[in-house]
């Protein structure tokens, strides 16, 4: 018998926070949907699920959008703290298609969504998903959620 083709989706929402959805196209079944910070994430993704298990990883990258920062009414201190910020999940965000890179995981990378964010109820009667969730991981859980075959024939 030929071994299966991977069929599991990983998406990923890097930040100080990093969200961590696993989704599985062949159930249509949305698996884990958490975050934590970048070592915890890196290390549950080597641990339980091997390139060789995952058709494709998605990661959230604002890296080419515009800085807002540049609100009339904000001071100078607040438009420093957000660029900032911006810097730092710029960073996680390379660093994260760099260690998905050099493990082997396909990864392709998607700009943020402008639609209205999931909240827990959106989450639980889209995915049947009814275990505490945070922004973070809802939003890695967009990347994945009904992006099976599709995706996966795209990428390929």
Not at 68 to 77: F, I, M, V
Request: charge should be positive.
């Amino acid at each position: 018998m030929p071994p299966s083709k991977p069929h599991l989706l990983l998406g990923i929402d890097p930040g100080t926070t990093v969200g961590l959805a696993i989704y599985d196209t062949r159930t249509d079944e949305l698996l884990v949907c958490t975050s934590g910070d970048f070592f915890r994430t890196h290390a549950v993704v080597k641990a339980q699920y091997p390139p060789h298990n995952v058709a494709a990883v998605i990661v959230e990258d604002a890296r080419s959008l515009p800085l807002y920062a540049r609100h009339r009414h904000a001071s100078r201190a607040a438009r420093d703290r957000v660029a900032r910020n911006v810097g730092g999940v710029d960073k996680v965000t390379e660093l994260v298609i760099q260690w998905l890179e050099d493990e082997g995981y396909l990864v392709t990378t998607e700009k943020p969504q402008r639609r209205k964010k999931w909240d827990a109820a959106t989450l639980a009667r889209l995915t049947g998903c009814t275990a505490p969730t945070n922004e973070h991981g809802r939003d890695a859980a967009r990347l994945v959620v009904g992006r099976g075959p599709q995706i996966i024939h795209r990428l390929a």
